[in-house]
Structures are given as structure tokens and as C-alpha cells.
């Protein structure tokens, strides 16, 4: 056998390819492309600035209106008469929270309505690092924007309703409890719409479902029997997050705790639930 | 390297790709042809991962695309144009995506460089034109400096200009020693890139050769001959290698190894006068064609079917 003819078995099948930098995909990498992902869309900025927004103004302007009434002598809403001056400046929650959660939504969603979920699993194939990384990430913002706004709304807030009934300070008992659990609330529910995009992979869908448990399922158990509703009202998602941030709790509210523990578990099960369909559907 | 193995994928009763084998060689560019719904694109999605097969399985470079350990450094895909965020701008989508592999900035700036985005890297992807599009779904394929690059249909819609500039850009590619596997329902592009075609239709394999292969297979070189004394040519030109059709009665031939002035020659020879001598030139378009409705009209090709289609195919031409 001549070298010649051995030559065209012995070359390589593949181009020499030696010297070739070495990467590899990382859960701390898959967290920061996703924190890179977030911090460049013009929606984020946007929605935060709302959520932010919505959490001082309501709040602010819930506590002037108490402050308001009560200057004049008028007759009082029944829902303000017991107001303190957490309940009253954590009132722009309940409008925080839906832009956060649709927030949570689109970061999920947004990446299959717009056809980036093919570019993202091709770079990241096993899948279900995208989809903590992406929980982490939005998890992390909401709490910080959330915290944010609790804390501010009631640094202004209380300084408002100082001198009233409802004054309350940051010493006060049970006060920096309620603004730390108010901004975990936030987070949470941020976490949710996340789950909820990647579990609906729409944009309306995802949307339609966070608003629905939000606040019409809370209407409809309240069309159930008392009975019933003392023993189901109080593990609703919302409702399980008013008692982690309330001051006070009520006969048939949840201690904070177990507030935080209920709305964990929920938001468990909602990432459980993309997490299935995300390992185990086609983009 | 592309491995395909009875690659399956059904969606509820119907088969959208019916098992597949086919291997994609390194160094050069395959072509992956098919009519528009013969399951090229469900294939390329079931390389990366993106679908996951009824049946079968394909592996790159001898493991599933999932299992690699920075997959972008195995394939790079443009599956569709519109794999991207509109909100984000070109540089930050590849910076993204660099990011899940510890791909340097630097190797952004080259892809963007190399795709000529410079003057839009900055620019919300959305606003982009298709071509634009295009070479940013090109830049993200290159972006980990892959070993095999895989397109879907790269040059659909694109204006002369860009489909010139994709047709370098495959070939350099592959002069550069890369797998390149590109996939086209037009086979004309395809003649002029590719070296090696897979041919799909409805789910299956058709074809798995290259681009004279498939010429010769679709009787490219066939020569019509008529004469005087058809019977007696048909012996003088039998041999091996030589194949030879025509119908009792007719004074036509139709024979395939041998060439028009090799046959004038021997019919010269033998003083058999010749009415009729020319080579029938089958285009890659009309071979391809025929295949693929083979493959459409008649389940289970059979070779009386494939000849009267070469015959229709060749009155009509």
C-alpha cells in the first residue's frame, strides 16, 4: 500500500477545529442573558414606572382622602373607618400588582408571541433553565420595586394621616413586617404572571387568567355561602396576600405567615405547571 | 454531521415527517429540498430541539442537540426570520443570546460586522426590512462560530441583491470547512450552492444524491434516437452500462450511457440512416419536479410510472 492511497482514509472528517474557545451554557449565564433580556425592552421601564406609580398614587391619595374626611366631620366609607396608616398607603397595591403581573406575563409570553422563544431554546435546549432564570430575574425586580414603593408610600403616607387615628410610624409594631411582606406580595404575584405566560404562552390569555383570579374569582367566592366563604375565601391568592401584609388580622384571615406559605404554594404550582408544558411541549 | 435515524413526527393522524434517514457530511453544502409541507421545516426544528420526534431520533455531531454543552458552538439555525424580539435591538438580541454561553461582546461585534448590521445594530429589530431580518437570524447563527450552520429557506423573499449575498455567504462557509445544510422548495437556487441534495416529499425521503446523480437518475442524459432499422441498433449499441427503451413498432429509441456521437458513430458504421439523433437535456428544475410529483401523484413510485413521466416531461420540452 502506497501512502497515496492511504491519504483519503486518514484525513479528517472534520475541519482541524482545535483552539476553539471553550463555552458552555451556565444557570449563572442563562440568568444573566435573561437579566440582559429584561433591562432591554422599553416595556420594562415602562411597566415598572407604572407599578411604582400606581403603588404611591393610590396609596398617597387614599390617605389624603381619609385625612380629608376626617378634617370636614363627613360621613366615613365603611372600608376607611378602621384604616391605619398601613392599610391606607398599601391601597395602591391593588393596582401595583396587576401591572407587575402583567409584567410577569409578557416577560413569559412575550417571548412566544413574538417568535423569540425559538432563538432562546435553540441557545438554551435543555429548557427549563429559562424558565427559572426568568422567575429569578422578575422575582428579584418586583421585590425590589415593590419594597420600594411599600416603604415610600408609607414614609409619605403616614407623615399625611400624622395626628389622626390611623398614625402609625416605621417603630411602630408590626409596621416594617407589613412593608417587607407588601414588596414579597409583589414578587410573588410578579412570579405568577411569569408562570402563567409560560404556561398559556399568550400574551391575553395569561393576562385574562391573572386578572380573573385576582379579582373577579375573589367575587365570586363572596356570592357563596358565609360559611363556605370563611373557610375558602381566606386561601385565595389575593386574599392570602392581603393577610401577609395586613396589620391586623381578622376572624377569617390567615396569620402573615401562613399568608406567605399559601400564596407560595400557589405561585409553586403555577411554575410546576410551565415547567411540565415548557419540558414537555414543542415551541 | 447531522445524523438522521427513521426521524418521525406525527401531529394527531397526520405524518408530517415519515422516517427519515439521511446523514449531512461536513465540508459541504446540502441542500434540503422539498415542495412547500414536505416537512423540512418540522426536520430542521427537530435538530435543535425545538420539536421532539413522534419516533426516531437525530443527532449532531453524535449526541442530541440538547445534550451538547454549549449548543450554539455545535449548529447554528436561522429557522425563521422572526426569531426575535421586535423591541430589542440587533446588537442586544445577539448580546442575549451570547450571554447563555459566555460568548465574548467581541464575537458580537464580529457576527454584526460580518452580516454588514453596523449602521443598525442599534435599531429596534422590528423596524428591520426582511433582508435586514435575515442577516440578523444569519449573525445570530454565526454567532457561536459553529462547526455546521443550518438555514431554512434563507433566500425567501429576499430582493436579487440579498439572495446574491446569501448564495456567497453558504458558499464561503463551506470553502471555510463548515456543514452547511440549507433548505429550498426552489431547486434553481439550490443548483447553484449545493453539492449534495436531500429530497423530501410529504414526509419522506425521496432522494438522497447529488446534483448529477439526480440528473442522471431523471434520464438527464438520455439520448433519443430514430433510424431505419431500430432492432438492429438496439443490438449493436447493448452493452454494459447501456440502457435502452422504446416500443415495438416505433422507430424510435431512447438510450442512457451512451453519448449522441458514440451512437451516430456506430450507426454510421453499420450504414443504418439516422432520421432523428439528440440529447435529451433535463434542467435540475424539471428533474426535481418529476420526483417530488412522483411523489405526490403516485405512492410507491414505480418504474413505468418514472419513465412516462420522463417521456411527458420530454414531448413537453
Known sequence: ?283 | MIEAQQLTKRYGEKTAVDRLDFTVKPGTVTGFLGPNGAGKSTTMRMIVGLDAPSAGSVTVNGRRYAEHAAPLQEVGALLEAKSIHPGRSAFNHLNTLALTHGIPRRRVDEVIEMTGLQQVAKKRAGAFSLGMGQRLGIAAALLGDPATIMLDEPVNGLDPEGVLWIRNLLIGLADDGRTVFVSSHLMSEMALVADHLIIVGRGRLLADTTVEGLIRQSGGDTVKVASSDPARLRELLAGPGVEITGRSGSEELEVTGLAARAIGLKAAEHNIALFELHTKAVSLEEAFMELTRDAVEYHGTTTTAAVEAAETVGSAA
Open chain 1, 1 to 283: 500500500m502506497s501512502t497515496a492511497t492511504a491519504t483519503p482514509t486518514d484525513a479528517p472528517a472534520a475541519p482541524e477545529r482545535a483552539g476553539r474557545p471553550a463555552y458552555k451554557v451556565t444557570a449563572a449565564r442563562v440568568l444573566r442573558s435573561e437579566w440582559a433580556k429584561f433591562w432591554s425592552l422599553r416595556s420594562s421601564w415602562i411597566t415598572l414606572t407604572l407599578a411604582l406609580f400606581f403603588v404611591l398614587a393610590f396609596g398617597l391619595i387614599r390617605a389624603w382622602r381619609f385625612k380629608a374626611n376626617l378634617d370636614a366631620g363627613q360621613h366615613m366609607d365603611p372600608d376607611m373607618l378602621g384604616a391605619n396608616a398601613v392599610s391606607l398607603t398599601l391601597f395602591g397595591l391593588n393596582f401595583g400588582q396587576l401591572a407587575l403581573g402583567v409584567l410577569g406575563v409578557l416577560v413569559a409570553a412575550g417571548e412566544y408571541s413574538t417568535g423569540m422563544i425559538r432563538s432562546t431554546l435553540a441557545a438554551v435546549p435543555r429548557r427549563l433553565p429559562v424558565l427559572w432564570a426568568k422567575a429569578v430575574v422578575f422575582g428579584v425586580v418586583a421585590l425590589v420595586v415593590g419594597t420600594v414603593g411599600a416603604f415610600v408610600a408609607f414614609g409619605f403616607g403616614s407623615g399625611i394621616v400624622s395626628g389622626t387615628r390611623a398614625a402609625l410610624t416605621f417603630s411602630d409594631a408590626g409596621v416594617l413586617r407589613s412593608l417587607f411582606m407588601a414588596g414579597l406580595y409583589l414578587a410573588l404575584i410578579g412570579v405568577c404572571g411569569v408562570a402563567l405566560g409560560a404556561l398559556l404562552r399568550s400574551v391575553a390569555g395569561g393576562i385574562a387568567i391573572l386578572v380573573g383570579v385576582l379579582m373577579l374569582v375573589p367575587g365570586l367566592v363572596s356570592l357563596l355561602p358565609t360559611s363556605w366563604q370563611n373557610n375558602v375565601s381566606q386561601y385565595l391568592p389575593s386574599h392570602a396576600g392581603d393577610s401577609m401584609y395586613a396589620l391586623h388580622q381578622d376572624a377569617h384571615t390567615l396569620a402573615p405567615g401562613t399568608g406567605l406559605l399559601v400564596l407560595a404554594l400557589w405561585t409553586a404550582l403555577a411554575l410546576a405547571g410551565a415547567a411540565y408544558r415548557l419540558k414537555r411541549t414543542d415551541a
